[in-house]
């Protein structure tokens, strides 16, 4: 029995070894080192607005922050570190940080960048013991199965808890958004559609219609017509607006700052390996998920998309916490916040393989085959929670399911390529239009003001939107209706064709052949050009502002509307025109040839395209939302075409934009890096500086020691033979040197500030009076990463993206000339690009 254990453990534990590991960060119950202390059990306690000018932290159970200072300049590093202080008179062994570790070693600051390689190595210490001891017994053996199941099993919870959130979201927004117009007398909680669905008086024609549905007119006026029921119902419209608006931006002012915007931006950064404390948390989750549905349902032009992924992330991080493999270790935390990101388009479109390829495309900066796989394993979970709750009524994932199958030919690559243009234009000018909005906003009074900034775009866009039907309706909604091809029975503006006269110019099926417009599709058409402007000009002001934003449902509304206007007007060209040399031999008299909604289609795909550059998951999320594989060569045309057309005008794509907009420490991996400088034009101290403060491995006091911390705000320190010979020895980290240094003090006699601090492997003689060694090689990293003072810049940048590094130690034959950290080279390329250097947020 135990041998069969034995391989069945063998069989599922392969692959922990794999992958990015690290330690959490406990508390630091005793002790009198300043600034720590023992946390809350949140974390996410500290609010921090990001886009704004404020920043207000409070504590957390993730990290104790060190109250000596900001660390503004050197990163932190290190393979594998030892904590351990050791003087004389106690034991000598070194104290091993799986067995009696010293609290707070390990850790890291808010706003500090994670150490790839030290939590590799940890990740892999820990399963050496795991797999270890797992044959000393049959408990420990399932304790290894169970850890090696934990990664699954936690994407589980991940799929379920985002999928029953996002079908809330669609459902409360849905109710509240009918809410503006009406309400359910059998209800109040009944939206304008399911109120209706058991009335036995609706009508095929006013199916929208019935006795339980009453607009505030009909309420207020008893009137359902006429011009004053019309002033009534659009004053209500916008108090409602104002409200929803209102209490959305109040939340997250007053409770979670984190949840305004997209997320996606910040989530790029986090899973680059940056630390946001709080960002993630569970007051963020829940502010996130209630004021979306405000904002949403206030008509504002923005999407809940984005928020969701934002939303997903914030699940996967409250979960980590009950798995210890991933509570202790940011590095394989992040692998579970990619998994998340897939998880969060997947319920937003109802395309897990899109989420999946969304996440490896677009968002995720280590994505190893073990994150790939269980990435489809929570967005299959998150798809079925959400079909389960069927919050669209459908029995589908998706509202924009397309009925229509018609085959395209040829000869419309030119128009959808012609989408595609327009797509890559629409975004490179959205991009330079949000961003100068946002910086407008960042660097005068109108970013004090959020509140007033939401109700005074809100009351505007209620107030433009309202007499417009296409704007008066969801962005969802209005997708929905772009897409929609007409049939027989369709009652919308859209189809407002002249009808056939007999059944013989009708197509096959329910399709009809090409028609010529009538009045009502004049008067659609109309409204969908000045619904195309109104669009186009109010997204670029929404999005950004302190409310939930997402952007996928406006820059899809756009592209959809374009592509339905010029989809009818090829469709009236092909009637009008079908002895003409492009439509002759395919276009035959009473067809049917054209497909507007297809149009629309390739018109949403290409303004995504356009504004945020993604390519493959975007084909795949186009055809899973909609259905139509048929479609995928005209959606990958239209895509490539945007974005090439948007890459012309500027590479980078809104949430690219967005995050050098904030200052965030991201080195962008689709960027390339054509300068000729070496890493000794970028590396400090520069010529004119102060000499690089360094340890020595051995003649230091503790009292020396602790002067040198506090005169200086730098994460590290690189340790040198000596001051004369400059031979680098290796590095540590401030904040492990100064809790080591306060745990020895606290629990080990003899330590002064007169002790020497040594890096050796063996302590030098001292006189017989002296006070015993502090020895602190324990948490000195012996390997870190250097270059040579000649390394060509753009060798060195890439060792940072792949490697993930905070700082590189650069030499010259052995001896130590400067460090190079991640901020230095975000400077050194914003000088480059003109771009002001000391925007960097970085710690």
């Known amino acids: 029995m135990f041998q069969y254990w034995t391989n069945l453990f063998r069989k599922y534990t392969s692959e922990i070894g794999r992958g990015f590991g690290g330690m959490d960060n406990p508390g630091y119950r005793t002790g009198s080192f300043d600034g720590l202390h023992h946390p809350s059990d949140d974390d996410d306690d500290e609010m921090v607005d990001i886009a704004g000018a404020t920043l207000d932290f409070s504590t957390t159970d993730d990290v104790p922050p060190l109250s000596s200072g900001g660390y ?16 004389g008179n106690g034991p000598t062994k070194l104290v091993d940080p799986l067995e009696d570790p010293v609290p707070g070693v390990g850790t890291y600051e808010d706003f500090n960048t994670i150490d790839w390689v030290r939590e590799k190595s940890k990740d892999r210490d820990r399963h050496r013991e795991i797999t270890s001891k797992s044959r000393q017994s049959t408990v420990a053996l399932l304790h290894s199965v169970s850890d090696a199941f934990s990664g699954w099993l936690l994407m589980l919870l991940v799929g379920l808890m985002s999928g029953a959130l996002a079908g809330g979201i669609d459902i409360s927004a849905h109710w509240l958004t009918d809410m503006k117009e009406g309400v359910c007398l059998n209800g109040f909680w009944f939206n304008h559609e399911h109120c209706c669905w058991t009335s036995n008086e609706t009508t095929f024609q006013e ?4 006795p339980q549905w009453k607009s505030w007119a009909e309420l207020i006026t008893g009137a359902t017509e006429g011009p004053f029921a019309y002033i009534v119902n659009y004053l209500m419209y916008i108090v409602w607006a104002l409200l929803f608006s209102f209490l959305a931006v109040t939340l997250v002012r007053a409770f979670a700052p984190y949840a305004c915007g997209s997320g996606i931006p910040e989530i790029k950064t986090i899973l680059s390996g940056f630390i946001i404390r709080g960002y993630l948390g569970k007051w963020t989750l829940i502010i996130k998920t209630i004021t979306l549905v405000l904002a949403v349902s206030s008509g504002l032009s923005l999407g809940k998309e984005g928020p969701l992924v934002h939303v997903a992330c914030c699940c996967a991080n409250i979960l980590c916490h009950l798995f210890t493999k991933y509570r202790k270790n940011e590095a394989k935390r992040r692998e579970v916040l990619s998994a998340a990101a897939a998880v969060g388009v997947s319920v937003a479109f109802g395309a897990p393989i899109g989420g999946v390829l969304f996440s490896l495309e677009e968002v995720s900066y280590y994505f190893p085959l073990k994150t790939l796989w269980r990435s489809f394993f929570a967005a299959l979970v998150a798809a079925f929670t959400l079909r389960s709750i069927n919050p669209f009524g459908n029995s589908r994932l ?3 399911y397309v009925e229509f199958h018609a085959p395209w030919h040829l000869l419309e690559l030119a128009p959808f390529i012609l989408l595609g243009i327009f797509g890559g234009l629409w975004g490179a000018l959205f991009i330079r239009a949000n961003i100068a909005w946002c910086r407008r906003r960042k660097s005068t009074r109108l970013g004090h003001y959020p509140i007033i900034e939401v109700l005074v775009v809100a009351g505007f866009t209620a107030l433009l939107s309202y007499p417009n039907s296409y704007t008066r309706m969801s962005g969802a909604e209005l997708i929905s209706e772009l897409f929609n091809d007409c049939s027989l029975l369709d009652s919308s503006q859209l ?6 006269s007999n059944i013989s110019e009708t197509g096959v099926g329910n399709t009809l052949a090409d028609r010529p417009a009538g009045p009502g599709l004049y008067t659609a058409l109309w409204q969908l050009a000045l619904a195309l402007v109104f669009k186009m000009m109010i997204t670029v002001v929404t999005f950004g502002m302190k409310v939930p934003s997402g952007l996928f449902i406006p820059s899809m509304a756009v592209g959809a509307i374009a592509g339905r206007l010029l989809g009818v007007g090829m469709e009236q060209l092909a009637y009008y025109n079908h002895d003409w040399i492009i439509f002759k031999g395919w276009c035959s008299p009473g067809a049917d040839c054209i497909t507007p909604g297809l149009y629309a289609m390739v018109g949403a795909a290409a303004c995504l395209g356009g504004v945020t550059r993604m390519t493959v998951s975007l084909v795949v999320i186009m055809f899973e939302l909609t259905g139509g594989l048929e479609y995928i060569v005209p ?23 967005h995050i050098r907009l904030n200052g965030y420490p991201f080195l962008e991996p689709k960027e390339e890096f054509e300068h000729n400088s070496l890493a000794v034009d970028v590396m400090r101290p520069r010529r004119a500086d102060p000499a690089l403060a360094v340890l020595t491995q051995e003649g230091m006091t503790v009292g020396e020691v602790e002067s040198l911390v506090e005169s200086t705000h730098y994460s590290g320190f690189p340790v040198v033979v000596s001051q004369e010979s400059q031979r680098l020895v290796g590095f540590v980290l401030r904040r492990d040197l100064l809790i080591s240094i306060d745990n020895a003090r606290q629990r080990q006699e003899g330590v002064v500030s007169a002790s020497q601090v040594v890096f050796t492997e063996h302590a030098p003689s001292q006189a017989p009076d002296a006070p015993p060694p502090l020895r602190l090689r324990g948490i000195l990293d012996l390997s870190p990463f250097t270059v040579t003072d000649h390394t060509p810049m753009d060798i060195t940048v890439d060792i940072f993206r792949k490697l993930g590094l905070r700082q590189c130690l650069v030499t010259h034959n ?18 480059i690009a003109n771009r002001d250097p000391d925007s960097i947020l970085f710690n």
């Open 207 to 210: 199916r929208d219609r019935c």
């Open 635 to 657: 959606l990958m045309a239209a895509t490539m075409t945007s974005k090439w057309v948007a890459d012309a005008f500027g590479r980078e794509g809104i949430y690219e934009a």
């Open 814 to 831: 052995g001896r130590l000339l400067g460090i190079i950290t991640k901020k230095d080279i975000l400077k050194h390329m914003a000088q």
């Open 495 to 500: 189809c407002g064709y002249q009808q056939p």
């Open 398 to 400: 998706v509202l924009f």
């Open 72 to 87: 503004n300049e050197y990163g932190t590093s290190g393979v594998g570190g030892r904590a351990a202080g050791v003087n």
